[in-house]
């Protein structure tokens, strides 16, 4: 059944890549079965993304390579997946790699065995779990990955390997009561189904002589990309030697009915690629005369939203088919021709974009752990010891359990969760609080103090800022679009917020402060060569800072490039460069708009003509003090900051609304997250490490902590790759030579470079897709992040990050934290998490001096932020948390959610509520992702509303009494007095007035649900 490299396999080789898609999609339409060997990893995904675009709206199998030190489940899955398909599809397509499609793998007979779900079957929930075990999927708190599954009461989530989205089980008892599709980022699910197939993940660790070549069936078409050559095919493919090598069947040649064809031609000749432009003067007659040539036109575009517009741009020409995909280039196929949009625009469109709202990026929900230190308002710094369940008048509470010195405990209501925050360093030298003492108090006293002096400085600062005028800077809009269309890429939605932003920004008269935060290679120079050509256009100088000669001469090229075509005159001054003196005098006539430079900027001797804007980028590198010495040039220049990791200070400002802030947490079109591996340095998987990444003709970087490891590093990995013919270079970051070797690296012509973190700012190589971390354990987070954004920049293409620990030697606890965070934060746009991490363990700092230490590890971060916040507004003592013991059992069955951590978090985001709008969303999401809502649950969710209600009415306690239910108020004092006194006096038949302005109903109710029913009504009453 399975003949591997048999001499019977049909081949087609040497196809120009942009043609690879639609012949396999139509070999694929004449019942084919199709296999696309591609030569690099780039070009498979390549492929393998324009035929999931909608020119064929295919799901094609990936066939993933993996490395067998480092495994990558995700990896795994895909494989798997690809595996089982191919089995039991046809026809199908299938992409893959020379080395993957070598990799060894089990017997197709494992694939054999699988079981499926019904509707209304019956299965027991315990062997179910069993049986997914046996399978290779893996048990999780929540489902959000092909694998996986999770387990709440009476449900089971299942994402399986051969499906594109997770399965929702409800059982009643051992019945299948129904099956619904849900979201995974939601976690919603929607429609409903009668049944879903379960299939095995692949076990790597039997062995086994078959390769992926065994699952391949005998009449499959092998396509062979551009990219390898006859003597490669002939290496690797024993059954080549026997085919020819251009073999496209008769019947696709031939065009069946209803099948446009592909002629030899049009696959293998690179001499029709079209390439009109129809916005220059003739270019819209020009296409229209060509297209008279063939019967069909299909224009692709990169993205839905320029479907639109491609479509009213030709409307008035003729009906043309518009269809998203990411093919590189247009080409004629018999009566049909492909044009991309950049063919016919010069450039690609861009599509319509929604606001990214700052709160959305920075709304997390920390967990509580067993184990982590917190901080409760009143009580100070405690341990949390988890969640306890006590019977309180005979009902059940959850509460959380605090341990304090000398052990004592304190609990707190679970929906008082919100008096309780992470403290967030988890270190061995905390102090606890003790409970009744002083000290804690003492400690909050005199932190408000200190925190109204620096909220004091900020409003000056704020309100000086507002004082000082600037002229609005008027926007050449024909030229600025000129400008933006030359940008090669589409830009993100993000990316066009934070340009409308600055945009906004310089069209008023206060000096922009402004923070762009955004990832590594998220295209915040983009932003900045908008924002510098805007104010260059209007006569101003702009100075962008960096900080080394490196990302000079990289922001330089960038510059250069992009205002080749426009009057703006670009300069870079560094202590590299060879006519120093000539740049300042340029500088301080007004001959050059831009000036690029490190801080040698930071001279007395440079006078400035006009100076307009400041660009600083990665401003961790630069101190305060340096920022502060270009604000002094003068208060009317605008200042847009740059950073992927904004430190604690900076961050803190934008958050407190000192600083403006724009943030970039969208990816760019195709961008794949870094697949990071922390492992015991190991000689063999450093030397795999680089063979694979060679292999796809790429490069590696591989950096270390010390200078003095340089040379043993060097002479290591020259022993490792002796057999291949490859060049190395190393740089320490003092060498004279950095810039020429750097500059080598770019070119391509060293494959390695070592190094120390001299690289970690800026340094864009899309070539290089491995990054190598000798002694991990030695970088700072921030480091580690920056570094691992050095690989992964360029579309479609994998980058990798292996960061090496000492092999049998014990590492700090602080290090395996940090290596702990860098390993969980492996999603694009995760540098403001890392961000509030370094916040948590750092400090915010003195945010209106140039000290890093601040009051933070005093309080914890979040309590900071809060009281931060409060003493700005002036209302420090105007917030509390009303408790409401009202007789009912309020809590989260351990039955309803087991997982104690995700109820933590349930609760946590039930602590955050803060409108009814958000208890009916949340109502919504529990009953349909955890079935129907008990009722101890139900009555937490209407102890938020009684909340919330009490928040606005000022009330800070209910409690239910023999006699009725006794409100009290905050500080004592009514906060809507008239109207308290009207409504007791309209009802003292049952309420009255107690000592302390207490009011106590008097009441008999018939049960607990109508009293609670009554709370409710009179606490929103008075509201």
Request: net charge neutral; charged share 25%.
């Amino acid at each position: 059944m399975f003949s591997g490299e048999k001499s019977s396999r049909n081949v087609i080789g040497g196809v120009n890549n942009s043609r690879v898609p639609l012949l396999c999609f139509e070999l694929y339409k004449c019942g084919k079965s199709v296999v696309f060997v591609a030569d690099s990893e780039k070009t498979a995904l390549y492929v393998r993304k324009v035929l999931e675009g909608d020119l064929a709206k295919y799901n094609a199998l990936w066939f993933a390579d993996y490395n067998d030190d480092c495994r990558d489940p995700l990896a795994v899955i895909s494989l798997s997946s690809a595996c089982y398909r191919v089995l039991s599809e046809k026809p199908y397509i299938a992409i893959t790699t020379i080395p993957a499609i070598h990799k060894k793998v089990v017997p197709p007979k494992y694939f054999l065995e699988s079981f499926k779900i019904k509707k209304n079957s019956e299965i027991q929930m315990v062997s179910l779990q069993r049986l997914l075990g046996q399978y290779g999927y893996t048990r999780m708190d929540i489902t959000v990955g092909q694998g996986q599954f999770s387990v709440r009461g009476g449900i089971i989530d299942i994402f399986p390997i051969v499906s594109d989205i997770p399965y929702r089980i409800d059982f009643l008892g051992n019945i299948v009561e129904s099956i619904r599709k849900f979201d995974r980022e939601t976690q919603l699910s929607n429609s409903e189904i009668e049944e879903i197939n379960i299939t095995k993940t692949l076990d790597l660790s039997q062995n086994s002589d078959c390769t992926l070549l065994d699952y391949i069936n005998d009449d499959a078409m092998f396509i062979f990309d551009f990219g390898i050559f006859d003597e490669k095919i002939a290496k690797n493919f024993e059954f080549i030697k026997t085919q020819p090598f251009k073999n496209i069947p008769p019947e696709v040649r031939e065009a069946p009915a209803g099948v446009p064809g592909v002629s030899d031609e049009s696959c293998f000749a690179d001499d029709n690629t079209l390439a009109v432009n129809i916005r220059t003067e003739k270019g819209i007659h020009s296409f229209l005369d060509d297209i008279k040539k063939y019967q069909k036109i299909i224009i692709s575009v990169s993205s839905l939203g320029a479907i639109n517009i491609v479509s009213d741009i030709l409307k008035p020409y003729g009906n043309f088919e518009v269809v998203r995909s990411d093919l590189a280039e247009g080409f004629v196929r018999n009566d049909t021709a492909i044009y991309t949009e950049k063919e016919l625009f010069g450039y690609t469109l861009r599509s319509s974009h929604k606001r990214l709202e700052k709160k959305t990026v920075f709304k997390n929900y920390t967990n509580l752990f067993i184990g982590n230190y917190i901080v409760h308002k009143e009580y100070g710094i405690g341990i949390f010891n988890g969640l306890v369940n006590i019977d309180v008048g005979d009902c059940p509470r959850d509460f959380l359990e605090l341990i304090y010195r000398d052990n004592d405990k304190l609990y707190v209501p679970a929906e008082n969760i919100d008096l309780v925050s992470k403290y967030g360093n988890d270190g061995t030298d905390i102090e606890l609080d003790k409970l009744g003492g002083t000290s804690w108090k003492k400690r909050r006293t005199r932190i408000q103090k200190k925190l109204l002096i620096i909220a004091d400085n900020l409003l000056k600062i704020a309100a000086k800022r507002k004082t000082v005028k600037v002229e609005p800077i008027e926007i050449d809009n024909e030229e600025y679009r000129k400008f933006c269309h030359e940008f090669p890429y589409i830009e993100t939605d993000d990316q066009l917020a934070s340009i409308e932003d600055i945009v906004n920004d310089l069209h008023g008269t206060t000096p922009m402060d402004r923070l762009i935060c955004g990832d590594v290679g998220f295209g915040k120079t983009e932003v900045a060569l908008r924002a510098a050509f805007i104010v260059a256009s209007a006569g101003r100088q702009v100075i962008l800072m960096a900080p080394t000669t490196i990302l000079v001469n990289q922001h330089y090229k960038n510059f250069t490039e992009r205002f080749k075509n426009t009057t703006i005159r670009v300069c870079k001054l560094s202590r590299l460069i060879s006519n120093p003196k000539e740049v300042i005098a340029n500088i301080g006539d007004g001959k050059v708009d831009i000036i690029i430079a490190t801080h040698s900027i930071l001279s007395s001797k440079i006078k400035f003509k006009n100076i307009g804007m400041l660009i600083i980028d990665e401003e961790q590198h630069f101190g305060v003090k340096q920022k502060e010495f270009i604000k002094s040039l003068g208060e009317n220049i605008h200042v847009i900051t740059m950073t992927a990791t904004p430190i604690p200070r900076t961050l803190q400002m934008s958050l407190s609304g000192i600083r403006e802030l724009s943030i970039i947490a969208s990816a760019p079109s195709n961008r794949l997250p870094v697949k990071t591996f922390i492992i015991e340095q190991n000689d063999e998987t450093l030397k795999r490490a680089i063979s694979t990444e060679l292999e796809r003709k790429g490069q590696v970087f591989v950096v270390s902590p010390r200078i003095e490891f340089l040379d043993n590093l060097y002479k290591k990995i020259q022993h490792l790759t002796r057999d291949s013919t490859i060049d190395i270079k190393v740089t320490n970051g003092t060498d004279p030579l950095i810039e020429e070797t750097i500059n080598d690296f770019c070119n391509g012509n060293v494959n390695i470079l070592i190094s120390t973190n001299i690289i970690d700012s800026g340094i864009d190589i899309p070539n290089a897709n491995t990054i190598i971390i000798d002694r991990a354990d030695m970088f700072g987070l921030s480091q580690l992040y920056q570094l691992r954004g050095r690989v992964g920049r360029q579309a479609n293409i994998q980058g990798y990050a292996y960061m090496f620990i000492p092999k049998n030697k014990k590492i700090t606890e602080d290090a395996q934290k940090r290596l702990q965070v860098i390993e969980k934060l492996t999603g694009l746009g995760a540098g403001f998490i890392l961000a509030s991490e370094d916040m948590e363990i750092r400090g915010a700092g003195n945010i209106v001096g140039d000290t890093q230490t601040g009051h933070i590890k005093d309080v914890g971060v979040e309590l900071y932020n809060s009281m931060l916040e409060r003493a700005i507004l002036m209302k420090e003592s105007e917030e509390f948390s009303p408790q409401i013991n009202i007789g009912i059992p309020i809590m989260i069955p351990k039955n309803y959610i087991e997982d104690d951590n995700l109820r933590m978090s349930i609760y946590r985001r039930i602590g955050d509520i803060e409108t009814v709008a958000d208890i009916e969303d949340m109502e919504f999401e529990l009953a349909d992702r955890f079935g129907r809502i008990p009722d101890e649950l139900s009555n937490l969710l209407t102890v938020i509303k009684i909340k919330l209600s009490c928040i606005k009415a000022g009330i800070e306690k209910i409690d239910v009494m023999k006699n009725g239910v006794l409100l009290s108020f905050y500080n004592n004092a009514y906060h809507t007095p008239s109207k308290i006194i009207h409504f007791v006096e309209k009802n003292k038949n049952m309420m009255k007035f107690a000592n302390d302005n207490k009011v106590l109903i008097n009441k008999k109710w018939q049960s607990t649900y109508e009293r609670t029913k009554d709370i409710l009504s009179i606490v929103k009453f008075l509201e």
